[in-house]
């Protein structure tokens, strides 16, 4: 919030009732509200996905709030000092999906801030190029250069990639310079992989899909909400609504799911698939638009099969499983006399049965 509150809502209570929106304003189901930050705005915030009793949040510094002790008065911790984001304020925040003692995060000045939990310090932290003016050629110039370069002041968004610990997605909402970088820990001089021609402006907000970790949605300034295939940089599809969304998310649970919301607050879903092949009566999904000039053709993970088997000529079984990692296996069937005889017996009571 605004005055550095952060309250947490249990939903079940909130959905409780004829009116979901007189819940709201009453208060239904807020089960805590702490001014963890005070008198600076929230940011963003974010569970632990392997300790939800931890949730980080960023004002004008990092603060980490322990949950299992007391939900009313949590115990709140910094994740290290000193504050690497003194004087900016803090735009995202990102758990790493495989070392749970690891966090990042970002500010509107384009400083990238790497925490390790257990030694209760910063790990890494450098400034993303284009968050400086002159871009490349300030961030790697002289020491002179860089501290003399002009940094923009930018709504930087990271997170983590949910497949490789070290290597993180960079963007922000520069007109100028709509990329999004992907950078690695282990090579940090420059970006692994970028992508310049997704967005025509800012890009506000981006999600990396967690049920396939090859996608990732984007929304920018354009009023276009992307899915692009990070591995290939091609565009998979393009959603037919034409809001600026300040906030795109994949759902955890529902496969193909994704809740946007706009500056005014109004949240929409958007689904990766035409809304017949997800039963959900009573809703509508805004569906994307599959135009094969300007998509490149793709299946997700969660449509495509997890194993297999088809019978062929010579008593002969084909097999295949995700853990075999593309491998197929043929088995050859020993003929069962028994089962052969019974078969042909079963024809021939089915020839004696009168079709008329």
């Known amino acids: 919030m605004e005055d550095g509150a952060i309250t947490l809502w249990d939903p079940r209570k909130i959905l409780d009732g004829t009116s979901t929106m007189d819940n709201l304003k009453m208060g239904k189901g807020c089960v805590s509200a702490t001014k963890i930050h005070t008198g600076v705005p929230v940011g963003t915030i974010e569970f632990n996905p392997h300790k939800k009793n931890l949730l980080a949040s960023g004002g004008s510094e990092v603060l980490i709030q322990d949950l299992n002790a007391n939900l009313k008065t949590p115990n709140v911790f910094k994740p290290g ?8 304020r803090i735009t995202s925040i990102s758990w790493n999906r495989i070392v749970p003692h690891i966090l990042a995060s970002a500010s509107e000045n384009g400083k990238i801030v790497v925490w390790d939990l257990k030694v209760n310090k910063s790990i890494f932290t450098f400034t993303e190029p284009s968050s400086i003016s002159g871009g490349m050629d300030d961030y790697f110039g002289s020491g ?3 501290q003399n370069a002009q940094v923009n002041m ?6 983590w ?8 997605v960079v963007a922000n909402d520069d007109d100028k310079n709509p990329s999004i970088n992907i950078w690695d820990l282990r090579n940090p001089d420059y970006p692994v992989a970028t992508f310049n021609d997704i967005h025509y402006s800012g890009i506000l907000s981006f999600s990396w899909c967690l049920s396939d970790p090859s996608l990732v949605v984007s929304s920018g300034k354009d009023s276009r909400t992307v899915v692009t295939n990070f591995k290939t940089g091609e565009q998979v599809l393009e959603f037919p609504t034409k809001t600026n969304f300040n906030k795109v998310k994949w759902s955890n649970y529902n496969h193909g799911k994704i809740c946007a919301m706009n ?3 109004e949240s929409s879903v958007l689904s990766f ?4 092949l997800y039963s959900n009566p009573g809703r509508t999904f805004a569906t994307p638009n599959i135009s094969q000039s300007t998509n490149a053709p793709y299946m997700p993970k969660w449509v495509q099969p997890r194993c297999g088997a088809r019978f062929g000529f010579g008593n002969k079984l084909v097999t ?15 003929t069962n006399a028994g089962l052969a005889n019974s078969v042909e017996e079963f024809d021939k009571q089915l020839d004696k049965i009168p079709m008329d």
């Open 81 to 88: 000092v000193p504050n690497f984001h003194e004087g900016s």
């Open 144 to 146: 002179d250069d860089q």
């Open 154 to 159: 930018k709504e930087t968004q990271m997170m």
């Open 161 to 168: 990639n949910p497949e490789i610990p070290t290597q993180f």
């Open 263 to 265: 500056d005014q607050g």
């Open 273 to 276: 698939e035409p809304e017949g």
């Open 320 to 334: 295949f499983n995700q853990k075999a990692k593309g491998l197929v296996h043929v088995h050859h069937c020993g």
